[in-house]
């Protein structure tokens, strides 16, 4: 079974500053996917960032970016410039097999970080 | 963009009734929709998977006779918690997959069973 770890609970960061969240998964699998969530207040689950594990080069979204580890089996989320508008709770997630079917498309969540940008 | 809507937002039920949380993709069809549930500041916890026309498949640990699926069609799925009590009280979430590599995520229902 796969597990997916964020060993920050909470974080802050000041406005216009860069901050870093990471996450550590086990898996045995080869081919698999990494996704970084977004869940604001409004508990709206929002898709931030997401990084096939057979891609060596790191995804960037605008001001998120992922450094992916894969010998480590490490994840983190690097957010620059933060905006008041990223205090969320931010979670990990993993996935297999997306190219077989529904019902091996899991995802499994980390614990998530509750990120706090303060102006 | 892929919407998925949830109805009702917020539902409110007596201990010992049944209620109903409808999940629907707007303006796409789902092979797949999933169920999860959130209690407060924690992790999304996957309850069950559901295809289109068959039987949903529950994780270890989730009644099926309690959280019951139906997935009638490819755009609607179904959650009913029967004979809800107040340990049932959560939110509960449902994502709609329609094969690519994204879950799209639906707003959340939050069920409180007094």
């Known amino acids: 079974a796969q597990t997916v770890t964020q060993s920050q609970p909470e974080m802050s960061v000041q406005e216009a500053e860069t901050v870093t969240l990471s996450c550590t998964y086990d898996t045995s699998e080869s081919n698999y996917y990494l996704f970084w969530y977004k869940q604001p207040p409004s508990r709206q689950m929002i898709l931030v960032i997401r990084q096939e594990a057979y891609k060596q080069q790191n995804a960037t979204e605008n001001r998120f970016s992922v450094n992916f580890q894969k010998a480590a089996k490490s994840f983190s989320l690097k957010i620059s410039d933060s905006q008041l508008g990223d205090t969320a709770m931010y979670f990990c997630a993993f996935s297999t097999d997306l190219n077989s079917g ?8 980390g614990k998530g970080t509750l990120l706090t ?3 | 963009g892929a919407v998925v809507s949830q109805h009702p937002s917020w539902v409110i039920c007596k ?12 303006d796409f069809q789902a092979t797949t929709m999933f169920w999860y549930r959130q209690f407060p500041k924690q992790s999304l916890m996957l309850m069950a998977t559901s295809n289109e026309g068959s039987k949903a498949t529950y994780e270890q640990g989730v009644e099926k006779d ?30 709609a997959w329609e094969g690519s590599y994204e879950q799209y995520f639906g707003p959340g229902t939050r069920l409180t069973v007094t």
Do not use: Q
């Open chain 1, 102 to 109: 529904g019902s091996n498309y899991k995802l499994t969540f």
């Open chain 1, 117 to 119: 940008v303060n102006p």
């Open chain 2, 15 to 26: 201990s010992g009734t049944s209620v109903k949380i409808e999940c629907r993709s707007l």
């Open chain 2, 66 to 95: 309690k959280f019951l699926i139906n997935h009638a069609s490819l755009t609607l799925s179904t959650l009913t918690v029967t004979s809800a009590h107040p340990e049932d009280s959560s939110f509960y979430i449902c994502s």
